[in-house]
């Protein structure tokens, strides 16, 4: 069974910083391009920040740019989100997601066909 499981998420106070991790099963996802999205209560899933395979490119929301960090890591923990000057707006559930099959990266929700089951990321004022 091919499964995603985030890890790292909880409860911090605005300005501090937590270290979202993404582990794999069932398959390996390092030669395909990842991205972590996030959706708050009411509101639609939205783009974060995403990589192609090889790490050399990232991208990221205006919203976080500057502050949020995405990584590759091993075949077992295939991608990481380091967050920091974490802020109130920032609270949602972070989902990481993969493209199989495709090494260059997206924004879009519907171009990943593989996703975690979320993370609760709180930030406090």
């Known amino acids: 069974q091919v499964q995603l499981v985030e890890s790292g998420g909880g409860l911090v106070q605005a300005g501090g910083s937590l270290r979202l991790s993404c582990a794999a099963s069932g398959r390996t996802f390092s030669s395909y391009a990842m991205g972590w999205f996030r959706q708050a209560p009411g509101k639609e899933r939205e783009f974060v920040a995403a990589?192609?395979?090889?790490?050399?490119?990232?991208y990221y929301a205006d919203s976080v740019k500057g502050r949020f960090t995405i990584s590759r890591g091993n075949a077992r923990n295939p991608v990481h989100l380091q967050m920091s000057s974490l802020k109130p707006e920032d609270t949602a559930v972070y989902y990481c997601?993969?493209?199989?099959?495709?090494?260059?990266?997206?924004?879009?929700?519907?171009?990943?066909?593989?996703w975690g089951q979320g993370t609760q990321v709180t930030v406090s004022s």
């Open positions: 990589i192609n395979w090889s790490g050399s490119r990232t």
């Open positions: 997601a993969a493209r199989t099959g495709m090494t260059h990266a997206a924004t879009a929700p519907d171009e990943y066909d593989n």
